[in-house]
């Protein structure tokens, strides 16, 4: 019996022949698939160990990270270790694609192939990983996220301020001493809010990115990224493991301000606490989404 390759698709194919064909002579001339994968599976061998003595060098990182927090030379010393490890896995896992791309065309449908193409597709995402940490530049992240926090301050106090100019004129307004500003007033507080409300929406996404990479690829990161949160909620993140501070830290949106929401929203927002809680609760809706809003 011959197994013939259908081309477009992993399906085999049999033809009975008879011994008069001469069928021998083409199994001898086929190549042995054992020989086709002999080096694939070997470099497959030595890319998984390269890959899991990473990993060991990462997680040996997140572990230490609470003890290296005051330690920079010990920190600097430890990250250098899990970059050199992360360096050497990936070069191992390139290799092991290289050779396995080269056997995948001369012999691909066999009995274990789902196997190998498995190994494929995994060392493929694993070297996805590593080259994202390669290239991840941690001092210039946090220098990107520090920026982009000073512009919400920044934009918020010119919220602040319309806000105020807004509030003298309406005041004038009641004393019969309007200066015919208020149309203009409100237009400058509205520029100033969706401004602030942009940039606020912009650090956020960037902090929930930082705290992805962070969680995945560089844990060293999460000391810094803490730095940009409330000061009891820090506190209470340190004490967790790194992993769950990254995941904590993806929840909160700690500077989202009640200038955010529409005025007429505010007035018209329908309370769902009782009278005399100790702080009161309105039903309200954000950029669309219903959401609620706590009073302290």
């Avoid at 301050?153 to 301020?161: D, I, K, P, T, V």
């Avoid at 105020?164 to 237009?187: F, R």
């Avoid at 809010?193 to 999460?222: I, Q, V």
């Amino acid at each position: 019996t011959l197994a013939a390759r259908n081309p477009s698709s992993w399906s085999i194919t049999s033809c009975f022949q008879e011994p008069s064909r001469s069928w021998n002579k083409l199994f001898k001339q086929a190549k042995h698939l054992g020989e086709a994968w002999y080096k694939p599976d070997r470099w497959w061998s030595w890319a998984k160990k390269s890959f899991e003595d990473f990993e060991k060098v990462q997680l040996s990182l997140r572990h230490a990270l609470p003890q290296l927090e005051q330690n920079k030379e010990g920190l600097r010393e430890k990250c250098k270790e899990r970059d050199e490890a992360r360096k050497s896995a990936l070069k191992s896992l390139e290799d092991f694609l290289n050779s396995a791309s080269k056997a995948k065309k001369s012999a691909c449908d066999w009995h274990g192939g789902a196997e190998r193409i498995h190994q494929i597709e995994s060392a493929k995402q694993w070297a996805d990983e590593l080259k994202e940490g390669t290239q991840l530049q941690v001092d210039e992240e946090v220098k990107g996220l520090t920026r982009m926090h000073f512009k919400v301050a920044l934009s918020r106090n010119e919220l602040r301020s319309s806000d105020a100019e807004l509030q003298n004129e309406l005041d004038l307004e009641k004393q019969g001493q309007s200066t015919g500003e208020l149309e203009t007033l409100k237009e400058k507080r509205d520029k100033h809010r969706k401004n602030h409300k942009e940039a606020t929406s912009a650090y956020f996404r960037k902090m929930a990115e930082l705290c992805r990479k962070a969680n995945l690829l560089a844990p060293e990161m999460l000391p810094e990224l803490r730095q940009h949160t409330d000061r009891q909620i820090s506190l209470a993140q340190s004490k967790l493991p790194p992993h769950e501070q990254a995941q904590v830290m993806q929840i909160f949106d700690h500077n989202i301000s009640i200038s955010h929401y529409e005025p007429d929203s505010l007035n018209k927002g329908k309370r769902l606490s009782q009278s005399g809680a100790r702080h009161a609760v309105y039903q309200m809706r954000y950029e669309g989404q219903p959401c609620v809003v706590k009073v302290f």
